[in-house]
Every structure is written in structure tokens, then in C-alpha cells.
């Protein structure tokens, strides 16, 4: 997390701060060629073969409702974005 912060924060005093006062379409242009050279960072350093992390959600089967059966995985997916819907729909159409 800190390597990121500090590669963000390189990324401001090379690539950005010297664009404060360019035309508009300059800092798109550095951001489009600032995602193609930290895409090709990435590949270079890990390389573009699959990388397997561990489970993180259990696993195993929750419930089956109509021969549908529902995973671990998938009823925290469908929590969490009833959740998030909620929210916007909150914060859109509830506006003070």
C-alpha cells in the first residue's frame, strides 16, 4: 500500500505537475501514455502468465431455491451489491 502511494505520488511530480497550466487535452494525453507505461511495467516485472491468489470467501453451499443452488461466494456478491444499489439509490433520488 505504501508503494503504491509512493508510485502515485512520482507519478504527480513527473508526469502531472508540470501539465497544471497546459491545455486540457495535454493531462489526457500523459494519462493514456502513463496507463500504457505502468501496463507494461507490470507485465515486464510479474510477467503475463496467470498469478493465483488464495480463497478468500468460504466456500460450499449455502441454499438451493428451484434447483438454483447458491454458493458462499455468490450470496455475499449478491449482498454486497444490494448494499451498493441501495446506496446510489439513496444518495441519487433522496437528495437533500
Not at 504527480?12 to 497544471?20: D, F, H, T
Not at 501496463?39 to 496467470?50: E, I, R, T
Not at 493465483?52 to 449482498?79: H, N
Amino acid at each position: 500500500m505504501v508503494g503504491c502511494g509512493l508510485l502515485n505520488v512520482t507519478v504527480e511530480l513527473i508526469a502531472y505537475r508540470p501539465l497544471r497550466k497546459a491545455p486540457r487535452l495535454a493531462p489526457l494525453i500523459t494519462a493514456i501514455g502513463m496507463s500504457f507505461i505502468l501496463s507494461n511495467v507490470g507485465l515486464v516485472w510479474h510477467g503475463s502468465d496467470y498469478t493465483l491468489v488464495p480463497e478468500v470467501l468460504p466456500q460450499g453451499r449455502v441454499f438451493s431455491v428451484v434447483g438454483v443452488t447458491y454458493a458462499w461466494d455468490k450470496l455475499i456478491v449478491l449482498l454486497l451489491d444490494l448494499a451498493v444499489a441501495d446506496d446510489v439509490e439513496g444518495s441519487v433520488f433522496h437528495r437533500r
